[in-house]
């Protein structure tokens, strides 16, 4: 059984950083892409960056480019999220899954998700 579980948002202001984790379990990590998505109040959820299995390549949305690093942890089944700079745009619910065909996500399941505020 898939589970993903996100952690590490909370309420920043503008320009600070945050880190977020995501623990998966339930299919073999190490072998796939793994990404962060989020959603905005009323909007539709969005991808934010992914990773390779290697963690060698990266890919990024052109509005958290240079901002956000993604990196993972094979041995402890984790991916992360470097947020600096951030922005009231970045305000979302944060959610990792695994990644097909580059950027959409792979499991119908979702964490619950970890709110990130920015305030002004």
């Known amino acids: 059984q898939v589970q993903l579980v996100e952690s590490g948002g909370g309420l920043v202001q503008a320009g600070g950083s945050l880190r977020l984790s995501c623990a998966a379990s339930?299919?073999?990590?190490?072998?796939?892409?793994m990404g962060w998505f989020r959603q905005a109040p009323g909007k539709e959820r969005e991808f934010v960056a992914t990773?390779?299995?290697?963690?060698?390549?990266?890919r990024y949305a052109d509005s958290v480019k240079g901002r956000f690093t993604i990196s993972r942890d094979n041995a402890k089944n984790t991916v992360f999220l470097q947020m600096n700079s951030l922005k009231p745009e970045d305000t979302a619910v944060y959610y990792c899954n695994a990644v097909i065909r580059t950027t959409n996500p792979l499991y119908d399941t979702w964490g619950q998700g970890t709110q990130v505020t920015v305030a002004s």
């Open positions: 339930g299919f073999p990590f190490g072998r796939y892409v």
């Open positions: 990773i390779t299995w290697s963690g060698t390549s990266t």
